[in-house]
């Protein structure tokens, strides 16, 4: 995705963009304080702040960020862009190519600050009222030196450490991808680049490597389940793996318990997992993890050649 400096051509652009997703996420504010809030955007924000954004073949804005300075002011993506990488894409170039170290962010914005605290954001305060002096409390953010590719925790023996893989870690997901199908006594993908960047860059898409140095000796991937009965997420873990020479020496378990802690950091306090019934190392496995077997069966659909062409 290209980023490129806006102009005040943009601004009218910018503006309704921003209500699209004011109006798709700050659920907590009133009519009222749309309206005032979009006036002190048109005049007073946009204006004063130093604008980049993405746009689409077409020359649309999809998403924008505004800086002051090391402070990320705004970060808005349209909202039927949402998942898309837009907004990471946006804050990588915030804080790697401006040195963004500051946000401030709606706590009542579940998802912003689920955003911010994926990407390695730290809690540094908490105001009761906004920048206006409206009700709505504010939780300010010291912004990572780098979004992704970071290390969640040293764990799973000696020198192994955790990390969560971003859209800048292609080739060490193709590593760890590799490793985990090998795992699985299966034949490597040849998965495209662009297709390993999109997927890494989503917010909802969880991988994460056990390193030893540069090396991958695992993986595991997991999938964001945004729920219906209320108003929350669940982490379904899709696929997990270690090298044989590197198995039962504690890596999977690191995995799994790393994944637990960051979801639990932003609120995510269920993780679900599929096991074959007639995998008794498996079983046994996440028992000793502490999960709960549950009498679920899985049922698969695929289509046939042709169908749905």
Not at 98 to 117: I, K, T
Request: proline share 5%.
């Amino acid at each position: 995705m290209r980023i490129a400096a806006l102009t005040p051509s943009d601004h009218p652009a910018l503006v309704m963009l921003w209500e699209r997703a004011v109006r798709a996420t700050h659920h907590f504010l009133a009519e009222d304080d749309i309206v005032a809030l979009r006036a002190l955007v048109a005049d007073s924000a946009l204006p004063a702040l130093d604008l980049v954004g993405i746009r689409d073949e077409a020359g649309a804005v999809l998403g924008f960020a505004g800086l002051d300075g090391r402070r990320l002011e705004a970060l808005f993506v349209d909202p039927a862009h949402h998942g898309r990488g837009v907004g990471s894409a946006l804050l990588r170039y915030a804080v790697d190519e401006r040195d963004a170290r500051l946000v401030d962010v709606n706590e009542q914005n579940a998802r912003a600050v689920g955003f911010y605290l994926r990407s390695g954001a730290e809690v540094l305060g908490r105001s009761e009222r906004d920048g206006q002096g409206r009700p709505f409390p504010l939780l300010h953010l010291r912004l990572p030196g780098r979004v992704r590719g970071r290390v969640i925790t040293e764990a799973g023996g000696a020198g192994v450490s955790i990390r969560r893989l971003g859209a800048d870690d292609v080739a060490l997901a193709r590593a760890t991808f590799t490793v985990m199908q090998r795992a699985f006594d299966q034949e490597p993908a040849e998965l495209p680049e662009a297709y390993l960047a999109a997927l890494l860059a989503r917010d909802a898409f969880w991988a994460l490597a056990a390193m030893h140095g540069e090396e991958p000796l695992g993986g595991l991937t997991a999938h964001e389940m945004p729920m219906t009965r209320s108003p929350s997420r669940e982490l379904f873990i899709y696929d997990l793996a270690v090298r044989a020479d590197r198995q039962r020496r504690g890596i999977g378990r690191a995995l799994v318990e790393a994944l637990r802690a960051a979801g639990a950091a932003e609120g995510i306090a269920t993780c679900i997992v599929p096991a074959d019934d007639d995998d008794a190392h498996a079983l046994d496995f996440y028992r000793a993890l502490g999960g709960m077997a549950s009498p679920v069966t899985l049922f698969v659909f695929e289509a046939e050649p042709g169908e749905g062409a």
